[in-house]
Every structure is written in C-alpha cells, then in structure tokens.
C-alpha cells in the first residue's frame, strides 16, 4: 500500500471514529411526544378519539395529551354523548388505559360556571387550555395535532 492511500484510510479512520464516539450503536428511540387540540365540540372529539385510536394501534409506544378548552372540555364532562348516543365516558377510559393523558382548561370551566367534579375521573385540570399546548409543544417537544 502507498503512503499516500494508508495516510487516506487512517483520516478517513480518525474522521469516522471521531463523528461516531460517544454514539450508542442500539440507542432506544425516545417515544413520539403528542398533543391533540380540542376546542370545538363534540365532533371535533369524537374524530379526535378516532384518531388517537389510529395512531395507537400503529404506535403503541406514543405519548399522548389530549388539551381541550372552550366547547371542546363537554365531552369530558360525565354523561356527555357523542352524536351516535354513546357515552364518551367508554372511549376516554379505554385510551387512558392505553396511557393517554386528558386535560382541561380551568378557565373555561370558572367562565362556563361548571364544577370540576362534573368531569370525567380521567380528567385532570390545567390553569389555561392554550397555554398547556403551548408549553408541551416548546417545553416538552410535543408535536400539534388538531383533528
């Protein structure tokens, strides 16, 4: 081999040993981060759970915050019903069984007068709806979804 072409190999050795130190070879991928953005209503939730249940079934492994405000909380308050007359009540219990998280703006329930224990037990209640999407999407790296 000619000095010239061994010099090559060991740069081009060095260069790939010094871009690839410290890189696991197996490293995990971290979990895909996600919120769904409800404010519009019964429809808007009923889509929404449809597609949360899509996206579970093709990654199960995906971290998902549902953030509602204004008309979008009604679904999460016992008894409300989609358009069909199912209770939602089912379909919000099985995909917090599946790790989705469900939050609800304080605001709108002190404007709409609605009692926080009115709401379904999964729900847990955030001071703002908007400024909760906000700070997941900037703070904790959760990609937007509105249904």
């Not at 979008?72 to 069909?84: M, N, R, T, V, Y």
């Given at each position: 081999m000619s000095p010239a072409l061994s010099r090559r190999l060991f740069l081009a050795l060095a260069l790939t040993t010094a871009t690839t130190a410290g890189t696991p070879a197996f490293?995990?991928?971290?979990?895909?981060?996600?919120?769904?953005?409800?404010?519009?209503?019964?429809?808007?939730?009923?889509?929404?759970?449809?597609?949360?249940?899509?996206?579970?079934?093709?990654?199960?492994?995906?971290?998902?915050v549902v953030v509602t405000h204004g008309p979008?909380?009604?679904?999460?308050?016992?008894?409300?019903?989609?358009?069909?007359g199912r209770p939602f009540a089912g379909a919000v219990g099985e995909l917090a069984n599946r790790g989705v998280h469900f939050r609800v703006c304080n605001n709108t329930l002190r404007s709409r007068s609605i009692e926080a224990d009115r709401l379904v037990m999964e729900a847990s209640i955030v001071d703002s709806g908007v400024a909760e999407v906000s700070r997941l999407q900037v703070r904790e790296g959760h990609a937007y979804l509105r249904p």
């Open positions: 490293a995990a991928e971290e979990p895909i981060r996600v919120v769904y953005h409800i404010s519009e209503g019964a429809h808007q939730a009923s889509r929404a759970i449809g597609n949360i249940r899509n996206h579970l079934n093709a990654d199960p492994q995906a971290r998902i979008g909380i009604d679904f999460l308050i016992d008894g409300a019903e989609d358009a069909q």
